[in-house]
Every structure is written in structure tokens, then in C-alpha cells.
DNA sequence: CTAGAATTTCGACATGCGTCAAAGTAGAAG
DNA sequence: CTTCTACTTTGACGCATGTCGAAATTCTAG
């Protein structure tokens, strides 16, 4: 217990981040830094089944095909969501590890130091 | 104890997140979706005194002041951070309650239902 | 093979963002 | 009041990003 086992706050409070990981998080960020994105990350992930057609998607947005297949890329290319292609359509589940990564950059860890 | 205790997931993979409520989110992610915030939101937050003078954040980029002082605009509009001024400097510390919503979107969360 | 639907890729455009140099503001020191 | 330091604002520039229309891709159905 001589080591220090710091609760006080988010990682990112605790110990300045280095260059590298804030780029490599900020990239992250930047992948759900955009209201169109952060719904389909959500309609993606809150869905029965975890599994999304591509087709439900669209409807729920002003936005053209090509568009949000355009976010949809940017999520996945971020490694916050999974396609797979059955037949005809497209269907995309969440990721929750890297979702997860996301959470613990500014949550409180509850986990001992080092941890 | 009837109610839903849903503990599966981050709220943004609960339910379908609103309209609103992205564009809100989105905002919050796009002041922390850059490396040199990141960067900048940590050594505030992680300042021993929990205040950091902004003539010591200057030396650790290779970014001019103006680009300094642009990017701590943002967090601080953002209300991510804050800051007073004392004398010649300007002190900035972290605004937790803030930090702790973008954790709070992307981490299961342990709370009850409703909460 | 032809026809058709779902999805992605391509090309283009307007807007937004990160950066700097130069000028402006605020307080300390003389 | 003048000068110096610390920081912010302004203006400008180039690059990245969100969006669309059109074309290409991939699969199903006859």
C-alpha cells in the first residue's frame, strides 16, 4: 500500500496524458465529436438484437445514403462499430470495447492504481 | 425494485440518444476531439493546487501563445475549464461536473435506472 | 444474362478548424 | 504616465470535414 492508489479523478485529471495517446484518443474523439454519428453510434448500439440494417438507419435522417455510409465508415474505421454484409444489406453492431476505451479517458476510475 | 435496473451498457447504447441531446454531446466532444485540448484539459486537471498558470502550459507545445490561448477558448466555452485572473497570469483549473458528462455518455453506468 | 435494390465510392463544393503574425488589452513596476 | 510582461483578439491562410449527385459495386430474383 505503499504505492499510490489515486481515486481522485478522471485519468485525464490524474497524470498529464502523453502526445501520442492524446492523439491516438483524440482520434477517437473525434469519431463521435458529431451529432450524426453519435446517433447512429447510439440507434446502432441501444438496438434489439445488437444488430443494425444499414436501412433502418437512413430514415431517421435528412441526410442522403451516400452521407451517412460516409459516418458510418468514420465509426468504423474508428473501431466503434462492426458491418457485415447477409445477403442484400448491411448490418452493423456496436463495439463496447472501444466504446468503453472512450468512457474510462474521463471516468472516475474506481480501479486500484496501475490498474 | 420493480423497475428497470439497466446495467448492460453506456447510456448511449441504452436507448437511442435524441437530436438534441447529440448536438449537445457532440459540442462537449468536439472541445476534447484535439490533441493539444486533450493535452491542455490534462495538465490543468492534473496540476498539483488544481490551478495551472498559462505561462506554464506554453512551454510544452511548439504552438505560439494566440494557438494556446484559441484552444483554451474552447475548452472553457465548452465549460470544461476555468479560468481567473490574478495579477499578470491567468490561472486555469478544471470544471469536474463537466469532464464527468463526457465520461458519464460512454460509461456503463452503475446508477439505477431513472438516474 | 438481365433487371432491380441496397450500399459504397468518387468528384465536387461550401463550411469549419488549426495555425500564425500582428495588434489590442490588462495589470505590475518604475 | 511610460514601459514591460502576460495574455487575448483579429485577420488571414491552408487543410480537413460534411454534404450532395452520379457512378460503381454487390447481391437477389427471374
Redesign the pocket.
Known sequence: MTAATVLCCAPIAREPISESDAVEAAALL?AV?????LRLLSMIGSHAGGEV??????GDF?????????????L?TAGLIG?E????????RIVPETVNKLGALFTPSAAPAGG
Open positions: 473525434k465529436a458529431d451529432p450524426v454519428r440494417c444499414v436501412c433502418d438507419l437512413t435528412d441526410l442522403t445514403a451516400p452521407t451517412i455510409s460516409h459516418h458510418l465508415k468514420i468504423r458491418g454484409r447477409r445477403g442484400t444489406w448491411v448490418y452493423y
